[in-house]
């Protein structure tokens, strides 16, 4: 990476993402030092501008930034930095300084979807009468649902196999759900099985 510190009085921002669910954390100022700190240890590591000093992220807190990957922007005078966070990342204790909701894509909007109807207790609610119903119900959804995905995927018609799949991946979230579990678990374990290939 050939960065352009001299833009900026030696320093350039440094934009967090979180490597997990994308979401932006903070933005930082990194000189020369900070980021060669930043590779060697793992950690992310900052300059402060108005400590006038090097701080990684965590250092009193805990919270540390933990690298997963480093990019450079077009112009070389910006990095994204993707990690994965020990805790909140912002000193207000939110997971983000950007003082949003987690975002995550439509997949986990749609999985908070089904917390809430779930919750709702909504006797309209679909969601909510397939949970009353039980593991062994929503269980056997599931199946019937993946026997359904296997059976168009065998035919040319791709708008009712990724109709079936989208039926599939509903029913599967509702019973993650159900099982105290979620798509976030799900990402972990694919991301352990990924990194120790």
Not at 54 to 63: M, R, V
Not at 73 to 90: E, F, H, R, S
Not at 144 to 153: L, P, T
Not at 169 to 196: M, P, Q, V
Request: a negative charge.
């Amino acid at each position: 990476m050939k960065i352009d510190f001299n833009k900026v009085n030696g320093l350039v921002p440094a934009i967090i993402q979180n490597a997990r669910t994308q979401q932006v954390l903070m933005l930082g100022y990194m000189n020369e030092e900070a980021l060669n700190t930043t590779v060697e240890s793992g950690k992310v590591t900052f300059y402060s501008r108005t400590k006038e000093r090097l701080w990684t992220k965590g250092e009193t807190s805990g919270n540390e930034l933990l690298v997963q990957e480093i990019r450079l922007d077009c112009d070389n005078d910006t990095l994204l930095i993707k990690a994965i966070t020990t805790g909140p990342v912002c000193h207000t204790g939110a997971k983000t300084c950007f003082n949003e909701t987690e975002s995550k894509g439509f997949l986990y909007q749609l999985e908070a979807t089904i917390a809430q109807r779930i919750i709702s207790q909504d006797d309209e609610s679909y969601t909510n009468k397939m949970f009353r119903k039980g593991i062994n119900k929503m269980a056997q959804k599931v199946g019937e649902e993946a026997v359904e995905v296997v059976i168009e995927a065998k035919d040319d018609n791709i708008e009712l196999f990724e109709n079936e799949a989208a039926d599939l991946l509903y029913h599967l979230l509702l019973l993650l759900r159900a099982k105290n579990s979620g798509l976030e678990s799900i990402e972990r374990i694919l991301e352990d099985r990924h990194t120790s290939r």
